[in-house]
Structures are given as structure tokens and as C-alpha cells.
């Protein structure tokens, strides 16, 4: 089997924290727009790296609408990160769940043993703890936010 990497890529591979105040504000437009202004998280980027040297496959998936995924394409080639699968949900898909459902899919789809999954969210953390693979979670600290 294949073995997958997950990551995310808000807090996780762009460093989100110049825009949090605006999902605070109800801005959610106005965040994703300004994602393009995100710094890349050099620590993350390298991590991913050194499983891709390993034979594993990258997943990126995110909350980010469908509607970025050429931009949020560009802004990963133009920070060096190099993936095999982005999940980006469809209007009726965004919410909570779509991150799970995303692998899910792709698992049943190409098959795939998730060893190890990157991200920031406690939601997420908690799934993929509890997803049937054992994967190592790797969860990103915002410190006091």
C-alpha cells in the first residue's frame, strides 16, 4: 500500500496568522482572498519533503472553498511545495467533515495507508487520532491566539 501523507495548509503550510482576525469578524470572503499574502512555514514545507524522499504520497486538503484552487496551486508551486492530491471542498461539501470525507474518498479511490498527518485544527487532530490507520498526527500549536 501506498503510504499517505495529510496536510492541511492554513496554519499549517501558510502562516495564517496576519488574517485570523477576520474569521473572528465574520469575513470569511475577505480571508480566503487574502491568503495569497501568507508567508510559507519553512519547518513544515521541510517535513513534507523528507516524506516525499520516502516514497510517500502528499495529500493537501483543506476548508478552503474549490473556487482558490488554482490560486491556492500557484501559491504552493511558488513556495516550493510540491504535492500528489489537492482536496478543496465544493459549496455543499464546506464544513467540518470534509477533510475526513476527502481522504476517505481518495483512500477508496486509489487506496493508501495514511502513516502520518499534519495539521492544526483540534477537529482534525481528533479525527485522524481516531481514523482506523493509526496515522502519527502531528498537530501545529498557534501558541496564545
Known amino acids: 500500500m501506498q503510504p499517505l501523507v495529510i496536510c492541511t495548509i492554513d496554519g499549517v503550510l501558510s502562516d495564517n496568522n496576519n488574517r485570523l482576525n477576520l474569521l473572528k469578524d465574520g469575513s470569511l470572503l475577505e480571508y480566503h482572498d487574502r491568503f495569497k499574502y501568507d508567508d510559507a512555514m519553512i519547518t513544515t514545507i521541510r517535513m513534507l519533503k523528507g516524506f516525499q524522499r520516502t516514497g510517500c504520497d502528499i495529500l493537501i486538503t483543506d476548508d478552503r472553498p474549490i473556487e482558490y484552487m488554482e490560486q491556492t496551486e500557484n501559491w504552493l508551486k511558488e513556495n516550493g511545495i510540491f504535492f500528489d492530491y489537492l482536496y478543496l471542498p465544493k459549496p455543499k461539501e464546506v464544513g467540518r467533515h470534509f477533510k475526513l470525507k476527502s481522504v476517505k474518498d481518495h ?9 502520518a498527518v499534519i495539521c492544526t485544527d483540534r477537529q482534525d487532530e481528533h479525527d485522524f487520532r481516531n481514523h482506523p490507520h493509526r496515522p502519527i498526527v502531528y498537530s501545529l500549536s498557534r501558541g496564545a491566539v
Open 107 to 115: 483512500i477508496r479511490e486509489n487506496g493508501g495507508q495514511i502513516i
